[in-house]
């Protein structure tokens, strides 16, 4: 997470980009005073994103996450809001905190947005197994929000080492109805 909000930090430093606009995993519509913040770099080719989201597919989640993509998403919404609440509990958040926090918020609006334009395509199955990855992973947080020592909390906001890669693509998919797989490493010449 820290090296993915240093690396978002720059970008927001190099970029004349809306400073509290949702994070596009897609494109969209983009209107005469609008700007896109999107999180596929600025002149990336679509061969790169297909690397991109081929490495991100190509990796092992973590322990508990579902595989499938509307839940996953639901997954890492959650975790993100889980996050988010943890920072703001803070009452001593440096500024840096502060940026992750609102960082955070714009990621789980984007993750809630890719949900939302999906929820229509899915089945009763997959909405409700997305309702259940999202408990489980909302339930992570519970103990640490429920810590009366700021200071242990605190620790928690700073430890967490963020979302696998693949709940950026999987948004991005679920929001534009991909429904291919992603290419393997070994069809981008990985392997």
Request: net charge negative.
């Amino acid at each position: 997470m820290i090296a993915s909000v240093l690396a978002s930090l720059l970008l927001l430093q190099t970029s004349p980009m809306p400073q509290d606009q949702p994070v596009a995993t897609a494109p969209r519509a983009v209107e005469a005073q609008d700007e896109v913040m999107a999180t596929r770099p600025v002149g990336e080719t679509a061969d790169a994103l297909r690397l991109r989201e081929a490495v991100a597919y190509g990796n092992d989640l973590p322990r508990g996450a579902p595989s499938a993509d509307y839940p996953l998403v639901a997954w890492c919404e959650a975790l993100v809001l889980g996050h988010v609440a943890v920072g703001e509990s803070l009452t001593n958040a440096d500024p840096l905190d502060l940026e992750i926090v609102r960082l955070g918020r714009l990621e789980a609006q984007d993750f809630r947005s890719a949900l939302d334009a999906a929820a229509p395509r899915q089945s009763a199955q997959t909405r409700a197994a997305a309702d259940a990855a999202a408990a489980e992973a909302a339930a992570k947080w519970e103990p640490i929000l429920a810590q009366t020592e700021e200071g242990v909390r605190s620790e928690a906001f700073g430890l967490f080492f963020g979302l696998p890669g693949r709940c950026e693509h999987a948004a991005r998919r679920i929001r534009e109805n991909i429904t291919t797989p992603p290419a393997t490493p070994a069809e981008v010449g990985l392997e």
